[in-house]
């Protein structure tokens, strides 16, 4: 299998699909080798990404940003807020993908997943 797949495959814009910026944002990391870090911060609940792509939680907001429930993510200019639940599917979800494709990787995704 090819190493570098989207873990939520190609995903068309133009139809709607309320989740669509939170699996850019798995698919943006799930192609890079950080995935299990990345995997490893969200299990702790802490943020990654950077101006164009990520995600963040409630306590990592500053005084200039709206407070929110849930998981912020981002892509781009747009933005969505998951409830945690919704969070925990979506990782859960994109790190069997990562796994499938990573399989020497499986020992360590699971090791951080079972911190949810």
Known sequence: MD?????????DHRKHDPLIV?????NGFGVQRVFPYVVEKLSKYEGVGDEYIGCMFPNEIDASNEPFEGVEFWFLEQTLVVSL???KELLV?????YVKAHPDKREEIEKSLSKL
């Open 3 to 11: 190493k570098y797949f989207l873990l939520f495959g190609p995903l």
């Open 22 to 26: 939170a699996k850019e944002f798995f």
């Open 85 to 87: 639940d919704t969070f």
């Open 93 to 97: 979800f994109a790190a069997t993908q």
